[in-house]
């Protein structure tokens, strides 16, 4: 249990990309996810060191599946979106809420 269970108010569906095959990227099992989804507009850098904009950023708790880049996630109202970076927010000692931050196109 995550000590911010109480502000995953969203679920989202992840479908992780699990690799590229010859006819294009290939993809997993796709799974519910409870989350907090923030849909702030901002500019981030994608891990090839490109500057994207995101549309939004999706917090789950720290058990949520890998999302890695190339992941897409479908919201409530159908929208489908393509993670840019997956961060696991772990705070070791600290014992700061941990949990796994997505920002999506």
Known sequence: ???LDDFFVHT???TPKTGDSGYGPT???PTDVACFVDDTVQLVRAPDG?????????YAPPGAPDGPP????????GR??????Q???????????????????
Do not use: C, K, N, Y
């Open 27 to 29: 993809f997993g099992t």
């Open 12 to 14: 989202v569906t992840l």
């Open 70 to 77: 190339g992941s897409t996630i479908t919201f409530p109202d």
């Open 87 to 105: 961060a696991r927010r772990t705070s070791g000692p600290l014992d700061l809420p941990d949990h796994v931050a997505w920002t999506v196109t």
């Open 50 to 58: 490109e500057q994207v904009v995101s549309s939004s950023t999706v």
């Open 80 to 85: 489908v979106s393509t993670v840019i970076t």
């Open 1 to 3: 249990m995550s000590e």
